[in-house]
Structures are given as C-alpha cells and as structure tokens.
RNA sequence: CGAGGAGUAGCGCAGUUUGGUAGCGCGCUUGGUUCGGGACCAAGAGGUCGUGGGUUCAAAUCCCGUCUCCUCGACCA
C-alpha cells in the first residue's frame, strides 16, 4: 500500500471504541470467531498471552498451597438442582447433553457453566477428618455458558479460566481465604497485567448463585465502563450441605465443611487490551506480552545487518527477554506500524548506519518515544522493559482515580457514569433503590467502598448503610 | 429473546433496482529493483455468489423457505 492511500485499519478509539476492541483483536490475530455463535478461537498470538497469565497466576496458586487436579465437564443435571439459588442463577444458560452413544440418555447431561456442584460431589466422597483440611484444589479448564450477546474474550459461550475450589474447618478460615485469594487476583493484575482494579464485597444482587458473599475485582476499560475482572466467593455450608461434604472434627462430631472458590478466565485477556489499548492499537504489559522485543533490522539485505539482529537477538535472549526478529520483506514502515499495532512493548530498529556507529534506536510502544542505546546492552532493554510495565501501571491507575467521582443523587449518578467514570455513592441497602440505579442510569454496584463514607442514599435520599462504586459495566 | 445490518476469491467490497454466464482493491505465488514510518515493476494462481426449493431459454440478480454471523437492548467470568 502507497504511503498516501494508507488507510486506518482500526475504528478510532475514541469515537467507536467497541468498533476498535474488535478491529484490533481481530486485525491483531489475537482471536477469530468460531463457527458456532459466540464461540472464538484463541490463535497463538493470543494464546501465548494466556500461556503467560496461566503460568504467573498457577506459579502464585501452588506457593499457596492449591494443587491442580481435572474434573469432567458433564455433570449430571441433578447435581445443578441440589444447590437452589445456584440451579436458578445458571439453568438458563447452561448447555445440556440429551443424546449420545445414537441414543438418549436417561439423564441429562450439563456441559459445566462453573464445576462447585461436580467438585463438591466429588470433596464429599474425600473429605473425612479434620485433618483432610484444608482441601485446596485449582483446574485450568473451559467452561460453556449460552449468553445471549457476545464478544471475543469479554464474554463468550465457551472460555478458559481457572477455578480454584477449598473447604475449610471453619467459616473464619474459609472467609479469609476468599479474601486473599481476592489479594492474590489483585496483586496479579498490578504486577503482571500492569492493571489497577477495585475489589471488594458485591451486593446480594450480584453475587454468585449460591454463595454467601462474592467478592469481585473491577478494572475501568479505556471508555470509563467498568469489566469484572475475577471473583472469589464465600459459600459458607451451603455446597458442603447440598453434597454432603462432611468430616468428623477435633472433638469427634460430625459437621459440615465451608468452601469458597475463584476465577478468573480469558475475559482477562479482554481487560488490558481495554484498558492499555490506543489509537495504534494493543500496547501489551511486558510480563505477558508474546513478545517483550521485536527487532526490525533497515535494508536488512545489505552486509552484515541480519547477522547483526541475530547476534543482538541472541544476546537479548540469553537474559531471558522474548524477542521477534522480523526479517521478513515487508517494508521497515509496514513493520512499524505492524508491530506497533501487535502492541510490542520495545522495537529495536538496526540499520547499516547504528552498526557502523555502535548503536542501536530503541522505540517504546507505551509513550512512543525512541532513543539511541548502546549496541548490545541488554541490561538496558531489561530496564526499560521493567519501566514500561511500572509506567503503564501508574498511567492506568492516574486514569482511573481521576475518574471516580462522588454522587449524592441519581442525576449526577448517570451524569457521572455517562462521562466514563466510576460513581462513589451511599445506599441503604434496599434492593428496590439498586433496582431503580440501573433503570434510571444503566448502572449497577460493582463493589462496596470499605474506605469512604457517603452519607445518604443515592437513591431514596434516606441515611446510607453503605457506600457503594455504581458504573456501567461489560 | 426483541430491533437493525450482513453473507460474492484469504480479507474488504462492487455487481442485485432493469436476469444474459463474475469484477475491483489489498493479500498470496514467481522473478527483479528497493529498504531509517504501511516501496515499485513484470508475470501468475485463486470464486458451483451461505444453503434448499421455485420461476425462466437463461438467476449472484426475481419469489418462497432455511442457516449463520455482526451490532444494539434485557441476563452474565
């Protein structure tokens, strides 16, 4: 393409940011639809990302403690029913096996929406003495649930995540665990994923489907909405009840277990693009990026350049850093501008001239900026990869607090959530009031704000119970 | 599930109003010249027009059915 017939190949982030989500995951390769409705298939640009989050996050999982084990993903239906607010939350979305084996089975046979009513079935059958406690089990795995709209990554019939399931002797302990586990999530969006969240204890309303308490994390996408980026849950008795997960205790009586469970999936894949993203496209965080280097070598066929990549690329890779040599015959520009889109966190350009002059031009993708390094000084690019991460952070985390704002009634709520902010608002705690927010505004309570107190309900005016963030959300 | 939009070459589209046997751009292949922000020349390959039926001498085009995808709303990691 002649540089003045170029044309944008993504919607303006700006103007058409859902357009732009799109554009880029689709333009980037990071994903491609499926072709049964809502499905996607994960392509290695993108599954290399989740390579990245899965090993972090498992590496974090086992330090505490948590084994990896696999369950299967049909579960009998009348394992879904034994739970009741759970079977009413998940029945109108799971997909359900009628026939199989040429001949319809006798019972029905759901593909798993989430696996609490197989793993507990199965934590009954292991659970028998106090001292089997705490049972702490992680399964990376996919999961189906029939939404009505979907999107790559935020929201898709079938998807991969993991999901951790404890029981525990007691409810203390078990809460506890389900708040740490939130700390865990969190820590790993700050330092992984360079994304700073909200966490804290959803309202009844949106909690879990049989749970006591759901916690969940919360990450403000480019346009100000907000994404549940993991939850953890407190289930209190209710699983260990509903399939016997019972042990003898310390003073030889026979009780139930407390359990709680996590999860985060794919979606979270969906949250840093939209949160890091810009007008050029991805700008990955280095510590899951595919590549963190890409090594775009200038006239590439004159003497001795390519082998000059290949020994910078060696180098670079010796200290650990993922590079990309693009030694392919596409113009330097197009590269650029590729790469650029891919979301690479350093290009290294080297040409005829940085060769002779010891030098090489180093572009970061966050701020796009360049400068001229030393040829062949790693320690350099390891620095500034670390730099990037620690600056992409700050600027998503400057962006977010800069856009929660405070409201006292339900016309500067909508007015707050209508301009892309996180709105900081008292409640009683009467779900008719939450109800009347999301008519009135298109919001919901993402999480309680443990750490600010409004006084009044945004809604009914009456004193506040709580103070609540309220946002439009994916 | 309600409202819109779209299925024609790998991708993006034109052609449908007024039926006449399929075209453009990008990409791809081969060779050559290029290379510091989407290079250029030359020669090529590639499509039973989503699908089933109907009308007609003749259907991408007209009629009926059907499937799928996308977007927006009510539900959700």
Request: proline letters at 8%.
């Given at each position: 393409m002649a540089k003045?017939?170029?044309?944008?190949?993504?919607?303006?982030?700006?103007?058409?940011?859902?357009?732009?989500?799109?554009?880029?995951?689709?333009?980037?390769?990071?994903?491609?639809?499926?072709?049964?409705?809502?499905?996607?298939?994960?392509?290695?640009?993108?599954?290399?990302?989740?390579?990245?989050?899965?090993?972090?996050?498992?590496?974090?999982?086992?330090?505490?403690?948590?084994?990896?084990?696999?369950?299967?993903?049909?579960?009998?239906?009348?394992?879904?029913?034994?739970?009741?607010?759970?079977?009413?939350?998940?029945?109108?979305?799971?997909?359900?096996?009628?026939?199989?084996?040429?001949?319809?089975?006798?019972?029905?046979?759901?593909?798993?929406?989430?696996?609490?009513?197989i793993i507990g079935h199965m934590f009954g059958k292991w659970v028998e003495s106090w001292r089997d406690l705490p049972l702490r089990q992680n399964q990376w795995c996919n999961v189906m649930r029939w939404e009505k709209t979907t999107r790559p990554f935020l929201r898709t019939s079938e998807f991969l995540w993991q999901e951790g399931h404890s029981v525990y002797e007691t409810g203390e302990e078990a809460e506890a665990a389900t708040l740490q586990m939130l700390a865990c999530y969190a820590d790993f969006c700050k330092n992984v994923l360079c994304m700073p969240v909200l966490t804290g204890r959803k309202t009844e309303k949106e909690k879990f489907a049989g749970a006591v308490a759901t916690y969940g994390m919360e990450a403000m996408m480019h346009d100000g909405k907000s994404l549940q980026a993991g939850t953890t849950h407190y289930m209190g008795q209710n699983f260990a009840k509903a399939f016997g997960v019972q042990f003898t205790g310390r003073e030889?009586?026979?009780?139930?277990?407390?359990?709680?469970?996590?999860?985060?999936?794919?979606?979270?894949?969906?949250?840093?693009?939209?949160?890091?993203?810009?007008?050029?496209?991805?700008?990955?965080?280095?510590?899951?990026?595919?590549?963190?280097v890409v090594i775009v070598p200038i006239a590439q066929k004159k003497e001795g350049v390519l082998e000059a990549t290949h020994v910078l690329k060696e180098a670079l890779e010796k200290a650990g850093i993922r590079v990309k040599l693009d030694d392919s015959d596409n113009s330097p520009g197009w590269k650029f501008n590729e790469w650029e889109m891919k979301g690479v966190p350093v290009r290294i350009e080297l040409g005829p001239r940085d060769i002779e002059a010891g030098k090489m031009l180093v572009c970061r993708r966050d701020t796009l900026e360049k400068a001229e390094y030393a040829l062949g000084d790693v320690e350099a690019v390891s620095a500034l990869l670390e730099t990037i991460g620690r600056d992409m952070y700050s600027r998503a985390k400057a962006r977010m607090e800069s856009r929660i704002v405070e409201a006292d009634t339900l016309e500067a709520l909508l007015a707050g959530v209508e301009g892309g902010n996180f709105v900081r608002a008292g409640w009683c705690g009467e779900r008719a009031c939450e109800d009347k927010v999301k008519e009135f505004a298109q919001a919901t309570a993402r999480v309680f704000d443990e750490t600010h107190t409004m006084g009044t309900c945004v809604c009914c005016g009456k004193k506040a119970a709580h103070t609540l963030f309220f946002a439009r959300a994916y």
């Open positions: 003045n017939e170029f044309v944008k190949e993504i919607a303006d982030i700006e103007t058409d940011f859902p357009q732009w989500y799109t554009d880029v995951v689709l333009k980037t390769k990071l994903v491609d639809y499926g072709p049964v409705k809502g499905t996607m298939v994960i392509r290695p640009y993108g599954y290399a990302i989740w390579e990245h989050i899965q090993s972090e996050l498992d590496r974090r999982f086992k330090q505490m403690g948590v084994e990896n084990a696999y369950f299967p993903m049909l579960i009998p239906m009348s394992f879904l029913t034994k739970e009741a607010e759970h079977v009413e939350g998940f029945a109108p979305e799971v997909a359900v096996v009628t026939h199989a084996g040429g001949a319809k089975l006798e019972e029905p046979l759901v593909v798993r929406p989430t696996s609490e009513t030889g009586t026979l009780q139930y277990g407390y359990t709680m469970s996590y999860g985060v999936s794919t979606r979270l894949i969906g949250a840093l693009i939209m949160t890091h993203g810009d007008a050029r496209g991805l700008v990955l965080p280095p510590p899951v990026a595919p590549f963190e």
